[in-house]
């Protein structure tokens, strides 16, 4: 089994709101991760925790908080977003980070922010 | 920069025949390389991978080569099938200096297989 879920499917919001994307997987990854991924574009990394902890954060604004409740859950809480924030909300995970991992994905969140 | 390049925006192919789906990198560090296929507004499904020590993997239909003089990559599927028909991403890993995985993505071709 290599299903990562990702609720809700899709999030309309505006600007001045707070929301939050979850994701959850159940095969014992210790490696999860967030990309975002606009139309025609491929996938870019956001953040990704590792052993829960975040080790990695591309350089993304503060208005998206990323959050590790326990190695199956991940989150992304939203703040005053924009609406270049619309996109395709991925999130992934690897059974422990190093560089010969398979990164599963789930189906996305599709945002849209008014 | 973009280090991982799809040249090729879209792919015909007729059904039945091969599909040769083609990924060129520029960062030497990289050392393993992932084929994903996407349906629209759906997650990237992992399809095959590659490590840089090895020149080619085949699972079923799927093949994939690896040509590191060249930092060169290329899935073959054979038959193609028209569920076939999606957007291809070729993807490269590398530690980074956090010692994490990093996944660098092609920009993707749309592949149709034509009945």
């Known amino acids: 089994d290599t299903e990562v879920t990702q609720t809700p499917k899709h999030l309309v919001m505006g600007m001045t709101n707070k929301k939050s994307l979850k994701c959850e997987q159940h095969?014992?990854?210790?490696?999860m991760y967030w990309y975002k991924q606009k139309a025609k574009k491929p996938p870019e990394l956001m953040f990704v925790?590792?052993?829960?902890?975040?080790?990695i954060n591309e350089s993304v604004p503060s208005r998206f908080s990323p959050e590790c409740p326990n190695s199956s859950l991940l989150n992304l809480h939203l703040h005053a977003l924009q609406p270049e924030d619309s996109a395709l909300y991925l999130c992934a995970s690897s059974q422990v980070s190093s560089s010969t991992d398979t990164q599963y994905f789930g189906p996305g969140t599709r945002l849209t922010v008014l | 920069d973009q280090q991982v390049k799809q040249n090729s925006p879209s792919l015909s192919v007729q059904e039945g025949r091969i599909s040769i789906l083609n990924c060129d990198y520029t960062?030497?560090?990289?050392?393993?390389f992932l084929w994903y296929k996407k349906y629209p507004a759906e997650g990237p499904t992992f399809l095959i991978s590659?490590?840089?020590?090895?020149d080619k993997n085949e699972d079923g239909r799927f093949t994939v080569f690896l040509n590191k003089s060249a930092k060169h990559l290329s899935l073959h599927i054979v038959p193609s099938q028209p569920g076939d028909s999606a957007v291809y991403f070729c993807?490269?890993?590398?530690?980074?200096?956090?010692?994490?995985?990093?996944?660098?993505f092609g920009t993707g071709t749309r592949l149709t297989i034509i009945p």
């Open positions: 993807a490269a890993s590398q530690l980074s200096n956090f010692g994490n995985e990093k996944l660098t």
């Open positions: 095969m014992g990854h210790r490696a």
């Open positions: 590659i490590s840089s020590i090895k």
């Open positions: 960062n030497s560090m990289f050392d393993y």
């Open positions: 925790y590792s052993y829960e902890k975040l080790s």
